[in-house]
């Protein structure tokens, strides 16, 4: 199971906006969550924003208002749309899932490789 991200733009000059996508390859039988989380240097990672099985979302405060979790109809991929990005948003942006791969498999979370946000002028 993996999960590929891509980043949909460059840099980014604050003000601006960039998209994210992560997508699974590979099949599962449950999914909890999914979620993106950034770690910006000298930083620990921290949580951007998530949503649930259920739809459920939940945003940093930092975000509130600026970013937008959205995932496809199959579970099989997971975006952020971030707007009016500012120059803290600069990080490298992690997608995870909190799922399970069959019914005999155990509920694990998985890790995409991060991408870099660059916001700067």
């Known amino acids: 199971l993996r999960f590929s991200c891509r980043r949909w733009g460059g840099l980014v000059q604050p003000g601006g906006f960039l998209s994210l996508s992560c997508a699974r390859s590979g099949t599962i039988s449950s999914i909890y969550y999914m979620g993106w989380y950034r770690q910006a240097p000298g930083k620990q990672r921290e949580l951007v924003a998530t949503i649930s099985g259920a739809k459920t979302i939940t945003y940093a405060d930092s975000v509130k208002g600026r970013f937008t979790i959205s995932v496809d109809n199959a579970w099989s991929t997971v975006y952020l749309q971030m707007n009016n990005l500012k120059p803290e948003d600069t990080a490298v942006y992690y997608c995870?899932?909190?799922?399970?791969?069959?019914?005999?498999?155990?509920?694990?979370?998985?890790w995409g490789k991060g991408t870099q946000v660059t916001v700067s002028s």
């Open positions: 995870n899932a909190d799922l399970r791969r069959s019914p005999r498999d155990p509920r694990s979370t998985y």
